[in-house]
């Protein structure tokens, strides 16, 4: 069975610029969740999506982070503009629920110049 | 408002000695539960362990021991006889019905041949 999938692995891209990361979840989890790792901050929970709709977002940044779950297959991340600070690593990760365990994707890696 | 406290920022071991990672919890929900997750040097978030906050009883996998105590508020890991391939950050994190995973700070474990 896939784990969570993940794209781009890699971006690199210039201020200004608009990002979008994608994520698949283990199919059948209903439960979605946007994470970004950097060395100050560590892992901090972006987003959280139940059954499609998002549930908690006071983690997202500011209104240059936005995100989607259209269905229950995809889920979308975009960073409109982009900025240096936003450079990190984006992990998304999906569960059966809340409390239950979170598989990891193997996360994007944003480089913002 | 939940908190995982990792004391131990890096631990350093040589081969085949055994080592443990310590986990503080703080939350003041009844139900709740804890995990640990491995990152290694490749980056993935590894999924080791869920335990429930009823269930006290220590668990052995392999190598790997976890040490549940609520009197302490506690959730220790012990990894015996050491491997290199053991080397890599360790997460604690502890969700409850009211409140999304949070992760302590990691506890990046190096293993020396």
């Known amino acids: 069975d896939a784990g969570v999938i993940q794209s781009p692995r890699h971006e690199v891209t210039e201020m200004g610029q608009e990002v979008t990361l994608r994520c698949k979840p283990i199919?059948?989890?209903?439960?979605l969740f946007w994470y970004r790792q950097t060395m100050m901050r560590g892992l901090e929970l972006l987003i959280y999506?139940?059954?499609?709709?998002?549930?908690?977002d006071s983690g997202m940044p500011e209104d240059r982070f936005s995100a989607k779950m259209p269905n229950a297959s995809f889920s979308t991340l975009k960073i409109q503009p982009s900025e240096p600070r936003d450079s990190a690593v984006y992990f998304c990760?999906?569960?059966?629920?809340?409390?239950?365990?979170?598989?990891f994707g193997p996360g994007t890696r944003l480089l913002v110049l | 408002a939940q908190k995982v406290t990792q004391a131990q920022t890096e631990i350093s071991v040589v081969e085949k000695e055994d080592v443990t990672l310590d986990c503080v919890y703080e939350?003041?929900?009844?139900?709740?539960?804890l995990f640990w997750y491995k990152q290694p040097p490749s980056g993935e978030l590894v999924f080791l362990i869920r335990?429930?906050?009823?269930?006290?009883q220590n668990e052995i996998s392999g190598r790997y021991s976890w040490n549940f105590q609520k009197s302490t508020s506690s959730f220790n890991f012990t990894i015996t006889a050491s491997q290199v391939v053991d080397s890599a950050v360790y997460f604690c994190?502890?969700?409850?019905?009211?409140?999304?995973?949070?992760f302590g700070k990691g506890t990046m474990l190096l293993v020396s041949p």
């Open positions: 990760a999906s569960s059966l629920g809340q409390t239950e365990t979170q598989y």
């Open positions: 199919s059948g989890h209903n439960s």
């Open positions: 999506f139940n059954n499609n709709v998002p549930i908690d």
């Open positions: 939350t003041r929900d009844t139900t709740y539960y």
């Open positions: 335990r429930n906050s009823f269930d006290e």
């Open positions: 994190a502890l969700v409850s019905g009211y409140s999304t995973l949070t």
